[in-house]
Nanobody, 123 residues
Framework: QVQLVESGGGLVQAGASLTLSCAFS????????MGWFRQAPGKEREFVSA???????RYSDSAKGRFTISKDNAKKMVYLQMTSLELSDTAVYYC?????????????????WGQGTQVTVSS
C-alpha cells in the first residue's frame, strides 16, 4: 500500500518562493512516476508537474520556467520548487503516484493521491 503525505504549503506574497515536499511510504518508489496537481476553489484538478521513474520532468505551461520538480529515491521524496508565485497559483496542491512510471499530465493515470497542502498567494 502506498501513502503520500504533502507538506510545505502556506501563505506567501506574490513573487515569493515555496517548496512543497511529498513523502512516499511503500515499496519500489523508484519505479513510480510522480506528479503534482492542484485544485483551486470551484475549478477542476489540474496538472502542474510530473517526473518519470527515470527522472524526466514535465511541466504545465503555467509552471514552465517557474517551477522545478525533483525527487530523491533514497529518501522516497518528491519536491516541487515554486518561484515567482502568482495569485493564480493559489490552490490545494496534491502529490500523486503513477504505477506505470510514466508520470504524465493525465490525472486518471495516477493511482495514489495525498491529502493535499494549501498554497495561498496574496498580493
Amino acid at each position: 500500500q502506498v501513502q503520500l503525505v504533502e507538506s510545505g504549503g502556506g501563505l506567501v506574497q506574490a513573487g515569493a518562493s515555496l517548496t512543497l515536499s511529498c513523502a512516499f511510504s511503500g515499496r519500489t518508489f523508484s519505479t513510480y512516476g510522480m506528479g503534482w496537481f492542484r485544485q483551486a476553489p470551484g475549478k477542476e484538478r489540474e496538472f502542474v508537474s510530473a517526473i518519470s521513474w527515470g527522472g524526466q520532468p514535465r511541466y504545465s505551461d503555467s509552471a514552465k520556467g517557474r517551477f522545478t520538480i525533483s525527487k530523491d529515491n533514497a529518501k522516497k521524496m518528491v519536491y516541487l520548487q515554486m518561484t515567482s508565485l502568482e495569485l493564480s497559483d493559489t490552490a490545494v496542491y496534491y502529490c500523486a503516484a503513477d504505477l506505470s512510471g510514466y508520470g504524465g499530465g493525465i490525472k486518471d493515470r495516477y493511482r495514489y493521491w495525498g491529502q493535499g497542502t494549501q498554497v495561498t498567494v496574496s498580493s
